[in-house]
T-cell receptor, first 113, second 112 residues
Framework: GENVEQHPSTLSVQEGDSAVIKCTYS??????FPWYKQELGKGPQLIID???NVGEKKDQRIAVTLNKTAKHFSLHITETQPEDSAVYFC????????????WGAGTKLIIKP | DGGITQSPKYLFRKEGQNVTLSCEQN?????MYWYRQDPGQGLRLIYY???????QKGDIAEGYSVSREKKESFPLTVTSAQKNPTAFYLC???????????FGPGTRLTVT
């Protein structure tokens, strides 16, 4: 079955700098890759997602890139702000797993003032 | 105001007791999910339902049970057979499977 690995587990960046979180997946049939942000004590919230027919997607300061050959996808946050501090999760799914999301272990992003 | 509600936010139970966690959505979504979250780990799927009166086991269904009698509601029962029930439980829904999942605020269950 699918396995998703996420790195790093903790990332500390200076406010205003960029942050990059990377995930690798094992099942080449996976075709949907969402990123969720979870603030303390709350449920995760989708921030961006990408399907396998595109290589990059942007939404203001957030972008996701997908490399199907290497089976990895990354979250890029530019001009980081204090409110970006949270835990970020990547996930992957495909039809063979009945579209169940397989989640990475999460990255705690700390924005230093 | 549409969304997903989970109650209660905190729940305490004695070992050996069954406990039911509530999940309600007014988003008119067909699919609903239950996840378990443990510290430092990703979410693990317990059960999911694509449509009323139908549900499937996820990766860690042992010791849990669900029902889906109404579109809006997907309660989860943590039975005494669940060996390590203390965790943060998250309910989610999506318009159909393979689309964005919307999460509730979660229920933190502590069993002593």
């Amino acid at each position: 079955g699918e396995n998703v690995e996420q790195h790093p587990s903790t990332l500390s960046v200076q406010e205003g700098d960029s942050a990059v979180i990377k995930c690798t997946y094992s099942d080449s049939a996976s075709n949907y890759f969402p990123w969720y942000k979870q603030e303390l004590g709350k449920g995760p919230q989708l921030i961006i997602d990408i399907r396998s027919n595109v290589g990059e997607k942007k939404d203001q300061r957030i972008a996701v890139t997908l490399n199907k050959t290497a089976k990895h996808f990354s979250l890029h946050i530019t001009e980081t702000q204090p409110e970006d501090s949270a835990v970020y999760f990547c996930a992957a799914s495909n039809r063979d797993s009945n579209y169940q999301l397989i989640w990475g272990a999460g990255t705690k992003l700390i924005i230093k003032p | 105001d549409g969304g997903i509600t989970q109650s209660p936010k905190y729940l305490f139970r004695k070992e050996g007791q069954n406990v039911t966690l509530s999940c309600e959505q007014n988003l008119n979504h067909d699919a609903m999910y239950w996840y378990r979250q443990d510290p430092g780990q990703g979410l693990r799927l317990i059960y999911y339902s694509q449509i009323v009166n139908d549900f499937q086991k996820g990766d860690i269904a042992e010791g849990y049970s669900v029902s889906r009698e109404k579109k809006e509601s997907f309660p989860l029962t943590v039975t005494s057979a669940q060996k390590n029930p203390t965790a943060f439980y998250l309910c989610a829904s999506s318009i159909v499977i393979d689309y964005e999942q919307y999460f509730g605020p979660g229920t933190r269950l502590t069993v002593t």
